[in-house]
Nanobody
Framework: EVQLVESGGGLVQPGGSLRLSCAAS????????MSWVRQAPGKGLEWVSF????????YYAESMKGRFTVSRDNAKNTLSLQMNSLKSEDTAVYYC??????????????WGQGTQVTVSS
């Protein structure tokens, strides 16, 4: 059974930092790309970041570039997201997602339960 369990969320002041983690199990972690996706209150899903299976490629949504860093430890089956210079608009539930390639497209076939990040003074 595939399981993705996020942790590390919480309340942080604007300008602060948080590090999210996602523990993966039930599949061969280093065979798959992984992504972070978030959902702000009252809004739809927003892609945050992508990392390839071999860490050779990382991508970020424009508003996260330079502030967020995605990484993975394939030996520990763990995905991470270091978030710096947090803004109030980063407030959201953050999900990690197992990412599968189909042709020229990518999709998410499994999600975690999410971890709440609240940026507020």
């Amino acid at each position: 059974e595939v399981q993705l369990v996020e942790s590390g969320g919480g309340l942080v002041q604007p300008g602060g930092s948080l590090r999210l983690s996602c523990a993966a199990s039930g599949f061969t972690f280093d065979d798959y790309a992984m992504s972070w996706v978030r959902q702000a209150p009252g809004k739809g899903l927003e892609w945050v970041s992508f990392i390839s299976w071999d860490k050779g490629s990382t991508y970020y949504a424009e508003s996260m570039k330079g502030r967020f860093t995605v990484s993975r430890d394939n030996a520990k089956n763990t995905l991470s997201l270091q978030m710096n210079s947090l803004k109030s608009e980063d407030t959201a539930v953050y999900y990690c997602a197992k990412t599968v390639r189909l042709g020229n497209s990518w999709y998410y076939d499994y999600w975690g339960q999410g971890t709440q990040v609240t940026v507020s003074s």
